[in-house]
C-alpha cells in the first residue's frame, strides 16, 4: 500500500478563469520591486492560513537562493524549526541566513509564541537588502475576519499586503468562523446565525474595514484564498474572484492541496 502524498497547488484568477501556477513568487512577481529599487516587505493579514502561506512563501525565496527573514507586527506561534529564534540577535539571523537562507524571529512572548521585536531591532532588519515577510493579524485560526479598530498591524514600507481568507468558511455560520463575527455581523448586514457566502467573501476583502483596512496607498494588494481541496472548494473559489473582480479586485490567488 503506497501512502497519499499532498501537494500544494495554487492559481492565479485571470480571464475569468482559475490558472495553475508554478508558485506564489510567479503569482506575485516580488522582483518587480527589485527592479525599482526596492526589496519586498509582505504583510500578510486576514484569517485562514497565514502561516502556512508565509512558511511557503519563504521556502520558494530559499529554493531561489534569496535569503528571507520572516517576523510578526502582532504574535505568531513558534515552531520547534531550526529556524525560528526567539529575540532578536544580528549574529544569531546572519548565521541562520548562510546556514538555511530563512529565518523566522520575534521577541519572546506566552503561550509558546514570538511577538513584535523592539522598533530599532525591526528596523535593523529592514535595513538590510533581504526580502522581509510579515505575519500582521490574527484570527485565532478562524478561517475568516474582521479586523477591529487597532487591527492589522502593517508598516508603511510594506509593498504587499496579502489578505487571505479560508474557504471552508463559505456555507458555515458567521458566529463559529469568523473572528470579530460582531463586526462581520455589521458590515455584512447579516445576523451571527446566517451562512458565509462567496459574496461575503468578496465584501470582506474588498473592504477598507475588512481586509483591506491600513494597506499602504502604493502597495499591491492580493487576496489569497485557502483550502481549494476540491473541486467544489474551487468552484466556490471561483466565484469568490468574480464577485471581487465586479469590486475591480483582479488579483487572486487559490491555493489548495491535491493528492497524488
Known sequence: MFATVLSRMIYIYSDGKLCETDSLMQALKPEKEELRGQRPVISAVGAGGKTTTLHRLADEYVCAGIPVIVTTTTHIMREDREEFLSGFSEEKIRRQLQKIGQVWVGEPASCGKLGRLADTDLEKILQWEIPVLIEADGARRLPAKVPAKH???????????????GLDSIGQKIEDVVFRHELAEKLLNKKKNECVSAEDIAILASSVYGGRKGCPEKAGYTVVLNKADNETRKRTALAVCRALEDRKIRQVIVTGRQES
Not at 498591524?153 to 504587499?160: M, S
Request: charged share 5%; aromatic share 14%; glycine share 0%.
Open 151 to 165: 487591527e492589522p498591524v502593517i508598516l508603511p514600507c510594506t509593498t504587499y499586503v496579502l489578505s487571505v481568507y
